[in-house]
T-cell receptor, first 110, second 110 residues
Framework: NAGVTQTPKFRILKIGQSMTLQCTQD?????MYWYRQDPGMGLKLIYY???????DKGEVPNGYNVSRSTTEDFPLRLELAAPSQTSVYFC?????????FGAGSRLTVL | ELKVEQNPLFLSMQEGKNYTIYCNYS?????LYWYRQDPGKSLESLFV?????AVKQEGRLMASLDTKARLSTLHITAAVHDLSATYFC??????????FGTGTRLTIIP
């Protein structure tokens, strides 16, 4: 039982490049979330999903896009990377009040 | 506006002492989570509080929830060095958005 799996763990991007952070869960949870955590700060909600085909914006959605075509996968896409998107990104899923986080993806934009 | 506020933000305490971290939230929530985060790591679930008056304990940590006051507390008893970490509370709003507090960075001094 893998829980929540995020890839990649580390990535360096140049300004203007695009990439997708992958998130997969094997617990059949409907609720999934993407957060970013800047150094020494708390977590800010980027996007969330309450089930396949349903997504909504969180607190800081600008510069990101998501999709949820299956219950298992919730990828986060950065279209035009900017230095302000340098952060650690966490994916999480919630089922029956059990919230499980992935290990995180550390992204640096130079 | 959805807000979750923790205090203190930083806490240094001596081993063997007791202290409390406070978590206030701005609007009705029926689920409150506490997490621990070690440097460079993901979030580890500590407690889920689901109803007014709920109290949960694990080792030297005890969490409680007062939904009428919109307040949760995390009490540390006889602190030991291993409890040094950042502690976050998080509240569900509207049954969908999980909003995190700013975190409390706890340092236990021998």
């Amino acid at each position: 039982n893998a829980g929540v799996t995020q890839t990649p763990k580390f990535r360096i991007l140049k300004i203007g490049q695009s990439m997708t952070l992958q998130c997969t869960q094997d617990m059949n949870h409907n609720y999934m979330y993407w957060y970013r955590q800047d150094p020494g700060m708390g977590l800010k909600l980027i996007y969330y999903s309450v089930g396949a085909g349903i997504t909504d914006k969180g607190e800081v959605p600008n510069g990101y896009n998501v999709s949820r075509s299956t219950t298992e996968d919730f990828p986060l896409r950065l279209e035009l990377a900017a230095p302000s998107q340098t952060s650690v990104y966490f994916c999480a899923s919630n089922g029956a009040n059990v919230l499980t986080f992935g290990a995180g993806s550390r992204l640096t934009v130079l | 506006e959805l807000k979750v506020e923790q205090n203190p933000l930083f806490l240094s305490m001596q081993e063997g002492k007791n202290y409390t971290i406070y978590c206030n939230y701005s609007t009705t929530s029926d689920r409150l989570y506490w997490y621990r985060q070690d440097p460079g790591k993901s979030l580890e679930s500590l407690f889920v509080l689901l109803s007014n008056g709920a109290v949960k304990q694990e080792g030297r940590l005890m969490a409680s929830l007062d939904t009428k006051a919109r307040l949760s507390t995390l009490h540390i008893t006889a602190a030991v060095h291993d409890l040094s970490a950042t502690y976050f509370c998080a509240a569900f709003f509207g049954n969908e958005k999980l909003t995190f507090g700013t975190g409390t960075r706890l340092t236990i001094i021998p």
